[in-house]
């Protein structure tokens, strides 16, 4: 007989790690399963030089237990990796995690059974494959833990090392005096480039598209924990209703295109002087009027210029096909200045593209670049890429087959036909638009209130109704549409990966609104919900 548990869930990152603490809480029996050999999730898998958060500390962590929170030192504004991890590990400790979750071990597949309201789920270790029954299997899989690994010609042929950010040797990698090409110029790329620039030889970055960014002004975190400790609870609960899961002083934002422009401009030099992804909250037309959005961009384009001596060089790192924040923002640490040393060099792959590796390095526009080393920092397919890794069957309809033409689903948290799988930070939520840990501790309690509901209520059986998850879906389309997220070619739209349909995925409507939105749903019973 396949072992039974009330809850299957899959990952270890802050989601499943959380979503575990409370279920055992509750007394429902809960397991883990992970593919890597430790917990941490994103923070476990990205260990590039220079990965580190984009949301200040004291926000992205955990919120539940107030005594973590008060106990946990964070010793820098954005933390980096390696402590991130070492948070994520303390939380395991404190919590005995460990002793629920498998690790090592990769769910394949779910198949949903009508008769029992159950899911026999399959997953593989190197004991061989397993399969275990659940009443409700949650998946928390992450939004950016499916790395997208593009192709180049000749890859193989390449006699150096090659390292993909998104699962960069633990032990790292000794760059000293090395020459070293990074590919990809989003946040891990910014990241790597600027961290690696001060210790190898040569530094050749080839950007296809260049990122906005905002520096981080980072530095020691002593000041803001003694600031916030004392009222931690009620700090977190602003952000919980804020509009991205973090505070950033937006209580009454202004219309920019209404405001006299030296006003603008003061407001945009003060939030480029504190730094973060804060920089764009002070107007509430920059996402949404294309003449708000240009003077943001055109701001950060002159900040740019300033910093860059070569104006070439700066004209190239200018981004200027979408629009400011259309693609989430990166937060940097001296990322531009990097193009000031001599031994870092940039090629424009608009002007001149990959046409593949060489044994030798990479050959861009008839240019054979010689390298030691090559790191593809080419991102992920994003919010859906792992859940749809996974086959979860409920007789002839699969769901990656149900998401062919993108995501659907009810509040990002359920979708029509896969009864009792729930999704933590799912497509159509507020997830990668947000503070990550806000949301995925908003659904972890959410999902946690409806199994106990379920269990009091003697039922066995949750799913959407069909016109919940329409309208939830045109919600989340039309909501897009009124801002000018649509226009680039984010991960967002899912348009990074050849052959993905291009919807727009997350819910822009805030994470204050969605936790309303979310909160009622649940006090009237789960309305759009058949229960059973
Ligand atoms: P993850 O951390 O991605 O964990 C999911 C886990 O599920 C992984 O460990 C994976 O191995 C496991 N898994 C997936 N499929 C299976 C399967 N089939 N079987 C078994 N195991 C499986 N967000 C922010 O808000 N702020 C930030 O500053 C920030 N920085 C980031 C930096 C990087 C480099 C990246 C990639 C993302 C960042 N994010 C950030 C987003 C980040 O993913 C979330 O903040 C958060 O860590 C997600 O936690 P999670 O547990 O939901 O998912
Ligand atoms: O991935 P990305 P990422 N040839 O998709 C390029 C979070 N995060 O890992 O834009 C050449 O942003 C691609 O070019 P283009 C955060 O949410 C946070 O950097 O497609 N280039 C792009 O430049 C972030 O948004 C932090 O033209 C190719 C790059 O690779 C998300 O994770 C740190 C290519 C990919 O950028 C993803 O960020 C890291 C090809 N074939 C990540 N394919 C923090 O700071 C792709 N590219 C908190």
């Avoid at 981080?216 to 209703?241: C, K, T």
């Avoid at 405001?259 to 407001?267: C, H, I, K, L, Q």
């Avoid at 689903?409 to 503070?435: A, I, K, R």
Wanted: hydrophobic share 35%; glycine share 8%.
């Amino acid at each position: 007989m396949a072992q039974h548990y009330d809850a299957l869930v899959i990952g270890a990152g802050f989601s499943g790690m959380y979503q575990l603490i409370r279920l055992r809480e509750q007394g429902f029996s809960t397991r883990v399963v992970e593919k890597g050999t430790g917990v941490g999730g994103t923070w476990y898998w990205n260990r590039y030089p220079g990965a580190r958060v984009d949301i200040e500390s004291v926000e992205y962590s955990y919120s539940f237990d107030d005594a973590l929170q008060q106990e946990w030192d964070w010793s820098e504004r954005y933390a980096a990796q390696p402590e991130i991890l070492r948070y994520a590990e303390h939380v395991a400790d404190r919590y005995d995690l460990r002793r629920d979750i498998s690790f090592e071990t990769s769910v394949e597949k779910a198949v949903w059974d009508e008769e029992s309201d159950r899911w026999t789920v399959t997953m593989l270790s190197a004991e061989g494959s397993e399969t275990v029954t659940a009443s409700y299997v949650i998946a928390a899989t992450g939004c950016l833990s499916m790395p997208s690994r593009p192709h180049f010609e000749g890859m193989d042929d390449f006699e150096g090392e090659t390292y993909w950010t998104s699962s960069y040797p633990r032990e790292g990698v000794d760059l000293t005096d090395k020459r070293v090409a990074v590919i990809g110029t989003g946040s891990s790329g910014l990241q790597t480039i600027t961290a690696i620039a001060p210790v190898v030889g040569e530094l050749t970055v080839f950007q296809r598209t260049p990122s906005y960014a905002v520096p981080a002004h980072n530095g020691p975190e002593a000041d803001r924990l003694r600031e916030v400790r004392p009222q931690y609870p009620a700090f977190r609960e602003l952000s919980a209703l804020s509009p991205l899961g973090f505070q950033c002083g937006e209580d009454n934002p202004r219309v920019m295109m209404e405001t006299d422009p030296v006003d603008v401009r003061a407001e945009l030099d003060r939030r480029w002087a504190v730094g973060g992804l804060c920089f764009n909250s002070g107007f509430e037309d920059t996402l949404r009027d294309q003449a708000a959005n240009d003077l943001a961009a055109e701001y950060v384009r002159d900040q740019i210029r300033a910093k860059v001596k070569d104006p070439e060089v700066a004209e190239k790192l200018c981004p200027t096909t979408y629009p400011i924040a259309s693609k989430r923002m990166c937060v940097d640490t001296g990322y531009f200045e990097v193009y000031n040393q001599d031994n870092v060099s940039l090629v424009d792959l608009q002007e001149t593209p990959i046409e593949r590796f060489s044994a030798k390095g990479v050959v861009a526009g008839g240019t054979e670049y010689e390298v030691d080393v090559i790191i593809l920092a080419t991102g992920f397919d994003a919010m859906t890429g792992a859940l749809n890794a996974i086959e979860f069957r409920n007789g002839e309809q699969v769901l990656s087959e149900k998401w062919e033409h993108g995501p659907r689903t009810y509040l990002g948290l359920m979708s029509v036909g896969f009864p009792n799988l729930l999704t933590v930070t799912g497509p159509q939520s507020p997830s990668v638009l947000s503070n990550m840990m806000t949301s995925i501790e908003y659904h972890v309690d959410w999902i946690t209130r409806l199994l106990q509901a379920q269990r009091a209520e003697g039922l066995t059986r949750i799913e959407p109704r069909p016109e919940a998850e329409d309208n939830w879906v045109n919600t989340t389309n039309d909501l897009a549409d009124l801002t000018l997220m649509p226009q680039a070619s984010s991960w967002y739209m899912g348009a990074n990966i050849p052959g993905k349909q291009r919807v727009f995925m997350p819910f822009i409507g805030g994470v204050g609104a969605y936790k309303q939105i979310g909160d009622g749903i649940a006090t009237v019973g789960y309305h759009g919900f058949d229960r059973a």
